[in-house]
């Protein structure tokens, strides 16, 4: 039994869902993501309700269930509310700037790391040690954080490095001297 499979997604007011055989539009406010469900898993639009069924009990097809509903969940929330994370610069010299659609890290390395701006991103630095990255789509800001955070991940014996706002770092204790 899947509990988040079995979930009805309620679609609020100024939202607009789309469904072509199994090709979906969600339309909103803040943008449009589209999504193609598997062809195992049904959607059903009841007015404002939105529910799945899958076509069998196995394994693969309880995740397909679960999945296809999380991820139209997500993007009903991204397109009225949009997605946002924050990355954290811990580390002595480390430093970010934006200059017109380029990030610019500076994390330790002899050069600095630049990233571009993707389509569909908003990237923001407000200070030197914070990145705000946010989006409609929870998938796309989760992929460009991580890749940022990639660069240099905090390491555990002085906590330096790039962490998700919130994230704790089991710190260790290090050489013990004689």
């Known amino acids: 039994m899947s509990r988040i499979g079995n979930k009805i997604v309620t679609i609020p007011a100024g939202v607009d869902v789309k469904q072509d055989g199994q090709f979906v539009t969600v339309k909103g406010p803040k943008g449009e993501l589209n999504y193609t469900i598997n062809p195992e898993i049904t959607m059903h639009m009841d007015g404002t309700e939105v529910s799945f069924t899958r076509a069998a009990e196995d394994k693969k097809h309880r995740a397909l269930h679960g999945t296809t509903t999380a991820n139209f969940s997500n993007m009903v929330e991204g397109v009225t509310d949009g997605f946002s994370k924050t ?72 906590g330096k490095g790039i962490r998700y706002e919130g994230e704790v770092v089991r710190r260790k204790e290090g050489k013990t001297g004689k």
Not at 100 to 107: D, E, I, Q
Not at 113 to 118: A, K, L, M, S, T
Not at 122 to 127: A, L, M, Q, R, S
């Open 87 to 158: 990355l954290k610069m811990v580390g002595v010299g480390y430093r970010a700037a934006k200059s017109g659609s380029k990030l610019t890290l500076s994390v330790g390395y002899s050069h600095p790391v630049d990233f571009e701006d993707r389509e569909g991103l908003t990237v923001e630095v407000p200070d030197a040690l914070t990145i705000k990255i946010s989006g409609i789509s929870k998938q796309a800001v989760g992929d460009f954080a991580a890749e940022i955070r990639a660069i240099r991940p905090p390491e555990p014996y002085k």
